[in-house]
C-alpha cells in the first residue's frame, strides 16, 4: 500500500494507513553464516539418519564442536522444512486436518506412466542463504515431470510446478504428497480436485510412503549441490536444469532394471 513512486511522501502515506515509517524501512536480516554452516551440517545428517530429532542434531553438532542449545536447533530444522520419522500421535491442528487425504498408494500395483506422481520439497544449502527445490517424479518410471526452485515453502511454488507439468505432460492419475502445509491447504486441495486428480497422502512419520523421491533427492544433492556448492540461485537453476537432464536421459536407475527414466516413460506411454 506504500509506494515510494507516488507523489506523497513516505511519511504521509504510512500516517494514511496507520503503519510505523520503522516497518516500511525494515529489512530482515538473513541467517548467520555460523548458523547456514550448521544447516549444511544437519541436512547432509539428516540424509543419512532420519530418525534423529532436535537432541540428537544437537549432539551431533556439538561431536563436532559446534555449542547450539535445543531451541537454536529446533528453530533450523523448522526453518529448513526437517521433521524426524517416528511415531507419533495424531496431532494435526485444527483448520488443517480437513485438507488430509488418506493414502492411495498401499497394494496398488503401478503398471504406467502417468498413473502416480510423487511430489515434494527439499532445502537447498546455499553459500549466502537457502532455497528450496519441489520436484515431481512419475513413480513408474522415475521419471521427473517438473521442478522448481523457490525462497518459500509456501503454496503457490508447489502448484506452479504441477500445472507446469500437467501441461507438459497431461494429467495423472493420483498424486501423493507429504502432509506439509503447502498440500494441506485450500489451494492445493481445490485444483486437483478441480482437475478431477486424486489426492493421496503419506501417513504421518512414515519414511516408505514416499520413498521414491527421498532418493531422489539423495542423488540430487550427493551428485550435484554438495559437489558443485551453486554460488547463487541462477547458477543453481542452470545446474539442476542440467542435472535433471542427465538423470531424465541418460543415467540408468536400479530401481527399474537399469533401464533409462525418459526410456521407460515414453516407451510405455
Given at each position: ?13 504510512c500516517k494514511l494507513v496507520s503503519v510505523n515509517r520503522g516497518i516500511f524501512y525494515y529489512k530482515p536480516l538473513g541467517e548467520t553464516e555460523e548458523n547456514l554452516r550448521i544447516m549444511r551440517l544437519m541436512d547432509e545428517h539428516y540424509l543419512k539418519h532420519p530418525t534423529e530429532g532436535v537432541i540428537r542434531m544437537r549432539d551431533f553438532l556439538l561431536a563436532l564442536g ?204
Amino acid at each position: 500500500m506504500v509506494n515510494r513512486k507516488e507523489t506523497l511522501s513516505i511519511r504521509c502515506q504510512c500516517k494514511l494507513v496507520s503503519v510505523n515509517r520503522g516497518i516500511f524501512y525494515y529489512k530482515p536480516l538473513g541467517e548467520t553464516e555460523e548458523n547456514l554452516r550448521i544447516m549444511r551440517l544437519m541436512d547432509e545428517h539428516y540424509l543419512k539418519h532420519p530418525t534423529e530429532g532436535v537432541i540428537r542434531m544437537r549432539d551431533f553438532l556439538l561431536a563436532l564442536g559446534i555449542v547450539a542449545n535445543h531451541k537454536r536447533v529446533r528453530r533450523l530444522l523448522r526453518l529448513m522444512g526437517l521433521m524426524a520419522i517416528y511415531p507419533k500421535k495424531n496431532l494435526s491442528r485444527l483448520g488443517q486436518a480437513k485438507y488430509i487425504r488418506p493414502y492411495l498408494l498401499k497394494d496398488i500395483e503401478i503398471v504406467r506412466p502417468n498413473q502416480v506422481w510423487a511430489i515434494d520439497i527439499t532445502y537447498i544449502p546455499m553459500p549466502k542463504g537457502f532455497l528450496y527445490l519441489t520436484a515431481i517424479l512419475d513413480v513408474y518410471s522415475r521419471y521427473v515431470v517438473g521442478w522448481g526452485i523457490s525462497n518459500t515453502l509456501d503454496a503457490a511454488c508447489s502448484l506452479s510446478v504441477t500445472k507446469e507439468a500437467i501441461k507438459m505432460y497431461g494429467k495423472p492419475e493420483i498424486i501423493n504428497s507429504d502432509q506439509g502445509s503447502q498440500f494441506t491447504c485450500n489451494e492445493w486441495i481445490e485444483y486437483l480436485e478441480k482437475e478431477e486428480i486424486k489426492i493421496s497422502m503419506d501417513g504421518k512419520g512414515r519414511a516408505i510412503d514416499n520413498i521414491f523421491i527421498e532418493r531422489l533427492w539423495r542423488s540430487v544433492k550427493y551428485d550435484y549441490v554438495y559437489i558443485k556448492v551453486p554460488a547463487d540461485g541462477l547458477e543453481l537453476y542452470h545446474g539442476l536444469k542440467e542435472y535433471f537432464d542427465y538423470y531424465n536421459n541418460q543415467l540408468c536407475h536400479q530401481g527399474i532394471d537399469h533401464q533409462i527414466p525418459a526410456n521407460k516413460y515414453y516407451q510405455a506411454a
